[in-house]
């Protein structure tokens, strides 16, 4: 197994990252070669360490196979074939073998609702990218039972979500192959993902808001792949316009180091978020110029190999940056990480083609601050130039189908916000005490959450709890939870969502208003609650090896990092007091996290208002914005010298003025 060597950086084609194509192949080629110590005879199963998943090792092992199996396919194809001698023959032996019912690791059979079915979709591709070097050259008895293999998902079961589109490549993949399948199963799933299109480039994940990378990485790669692979103009229309929308918002989810904003499931995948970037070239269907492509591909690749990815032994572990086990679903084994192949689908591209030779064209978010309205996952995304960072407010995406009512809500998917530099705290992790009161003395005990005293944390509201999240919590320490979101407007820099929850004293309802300025999130609150029932509002959870420093004043309270990130709330109406949480092992960033929050002690029982700041950056902290508030009208002042009044009505409305009052926006 050798280590990664990369070429040296070329700041002449590339500015801003130094990556050029030689950089993506160095990368591709250290993740083939260092999991061959772990195939099986005949390289039919790839038995890499990991905790297993709930399919088992059996199924593990294919997952192994098929997805480095993508990774080849690209650089063999993209190379039009001329690759180590080597490579195209551990992929043709463990075809041949794992196709062999009587070979010792054989592949399972396609079952309904089975993983195997999965993986499939990643053999069928792959087998078309190679053809010419691969299946071509198999023996007609061996091109036999690969068919009789893939042809087993013929008149399966699947999930009604992303799943329906393996079925589509599979199939036409045995179509170009003279084997078995059905046409009308191929147009049924291309039908059905017709049901989950919300217009503006989104898919969500099957019915329901479910809204996250698979958006890119399955719903627009896997229909444009078919229409590439089957020839049909049309369809390869339609969905190229759609990836041109989406790209044009997408662009703009990686921070200028190139670190991806850390929301949703399957983050395993990590790098994979490049994919669409790469497809919309494939296709022709991009609106970005080549170059700039290649500058946020470039960058995503490249901040996770300067962070550890592949780890020391050249592999893709269950993890962000090292191994994190909370991060993962229990689908997840030690293969899974390997759909992070699809972030080299642009090596099917040709050397000479623009997005390898122009150079590099910055990011958006390289040039000035963004701020980006992404109304149908109910999005609002604030990135700022100074410190690099990207944020996004969440007023939409809950995942709602699948989120079970009684359990505790998916906090890759329920939190208010989510950022390129922060995840959310994960595992029931042990907590260390708390930062509150006056001057960020320690309080309360064992990562209790809230109070200063540590009583408002209830008995799921350890530190795991707290970020992200506007909770009423009740006497006896009852945490409301915002399982499902209402989402109720999305517009200019302000967006809007409510949740309903029953705690034993009466129901709770929570509308929440965002209104994003520069770095800085002020989050507008209606909370209907229980007469003595705390409100307590948490900011981002930030993490690192070692312990942040968190400090804390009546009404603010803040960490920071080691390398100067910090993260800031403020209490600017309605609070009464502010501490940090932390906990250990709990965040994909790191050890160590910290949650700033504030805390309203007392609710005056029926509906009241509450304002906070939330802060994440890298630079200095502004001043915090004035605010007013009469009724259900919210007036702020905002530090860069717009206005922005916010009424509370059952649509909330947000007007900006610009500049002292002459430009309402």
């Known amino acids: 197994m050798s280590s990664l060597r990369l070429p040296p950086a070329d700041t002449a084609l590339s500015a801003v990252t130094g990556w050029t194509r030689a950089h993506w192949e160095a990368v591709a080629d250290h993740l083939l070669e260092s999991v061959v110590p772990y195939a099986t005879d005949d390289f039919a199963q790839y038995r890499l360490p990991g905790r297993e998943s709930r399919s088992g090792p059996v199924s593990d092992g294919l997952e192994g196979y098929a997805r480095t199996f993508l990774l080849a396919a690209f650089r063999i194809a993209g190379a039009g074939g001329a690759v180590p001698p080597a490579l195209l023959e551990r992929y043709a032996r463990g075809l041949v073998a794992g196709t062999d019912p009587a070979h010792p690791y054989a592949w399972p059979p396609l079952t309904d609702m089975s993983q195997p079915l999965v993986e499939a979709a990643s053999i069928a591709l792959a087998l078309h990218e190679t053809r010419p070097w691969l299946y071509d050259r198999l023996s007609p008895a061996e091109q036999e039972r690969v068919v009789a293999w893939l042809a087993g998902f013929v008149g399966r079961r699947t999930p009604d979500n992303n799943w329906v589109l393996f079925r589509v490549v599979v199939e036409q993949f045995l179509a170009e192959v003279g084997g078995p399948y059905k046409a009308d199963e191929i147009t049924g799933g291309l039908e059905r993902i017709e049901d989950w299109y919300v217009g ?13 990378y698979y958006a890119g990485w399955a719903l627009h790669l896997y229909p444009l792949l078919w229409a590439r692979m089957a020839g049909d103009a049309a369809r390869l229309e339609r969905y190229g316009e759609r990836l041109r929308a989406f790209l044009g918002q997408y662009q703009h989810l990686f921070a200028a180091d190139g670190g991806p904003v850390h929301q949703g499931r399957s983050l395993i995948y990590r790098f994979a978020t490049v994919a669409p970037l790469w497809l919309g070239a494939l296709t022709g269907s991009s609106p970005l110029p080549p170059g700039r492509t290649r500058r946020i591909a ?22 962000w940056y090292d191994t994190f086990l909370p991060v993962t679903q229990s689908y997840s084994g030690p293969g899974s990480p390997y759909w992070a192949s699809k972030a080299f689908l642009g090596l099917l591209l040709p050397p000479e083609h623009p ?20 109304r149908p996952p109910g999005w609002l995304l604030h990135a700022t130039r100074e410190d690099g960072v990207v944020r996004l407010v969440n007023h939409g995406s809950d995942r709602d189908r699948i989120q079970d009512p009684s359990g505790v809500p998916d906090p890759h998917y329920l939190k208010l916000a989510y950022t390129s530099h922060t995840g959310p705290n994960l595992a029931e992790a042990v907590g260390e005490g708390e930062v509150g009161g006056n001057e960020g003395e320690v309080a309360g005990g064992e990562g209790a959450g809230a109070g200063i005293e540590g009583k408002a944390a209830g008995a799921e509201g350890q530190a795991v709890g707290v970020d992200g999240e506007v909770v009423v919590v009740a006497p006896d320490g009852a945490v409301s939870r915002r399982r499902r979101i209402e989402p109720l407007t999305t517009g200019d820099r302000f967006a809007a969502s409510a949740y309903r929850d029953d705690l034993p004293a009466g129901p709770v309802h929570v509308v929440t208003v965002s209104v994003v300025d520069g770095a800085a999130e002020v989050r507008i609150h209606r909370v209907t609650a229980p007469a003595g029932h705390q409100v307590r509002d948490g900011g981002h959870a930030i993490a690192g090896q070692a312990p942040p420093t968190a400090r804390g004043g009546e009404l603010w309270a803040s960490a920071r990092r080691a390398d100067g990130l910090v993260s800031v709330v403020r209490g600017l109406h309605g609070y009464t007091t502010a501490g940090v949480a932390t906990a250990t092992g709990a965040n994909a960033f790191g050890r160590h996290s910290a949650t700033p929050y504030v805390l309203a002690d007392a609710h005056p029982g029926g509906t009241a208002v509450y304002v906070s700041l939330v802060l994440l950056t890298g630079a200095a902290e502004g001043p915090p914005p004035e605010v007013r508030v009469d009724g259900d009208q919210v007036t702020l002042d905002l530090p860069g010298g717009d ?23």
């Open 200 to 212: 503006d480039g989104w898919y969500s994940d099957g019915a329901g808001k479910n809204f996250d």
């Open 298 to 319: 470039g960058g995503v690749l490249r901040h996770f190999v300067e962070r550890g990815v592949p780890d020391e032994r050249g592999l893709l572990t269950l993890g």
């Open 643 to 665: 206005t922005a009044t916010v009424r509370l009505t059952e649509t909330p409305t947000c007007v900006r003025v610009t500049g002292g009052g002459k430009n309402p926006t």
């Open 355 to 374: 997005v390898w030779t122009d150079a590099e064209v910055p990011a958006p978010i390289d040039l000035a601050d963004q701020a980006v309205t992404m």
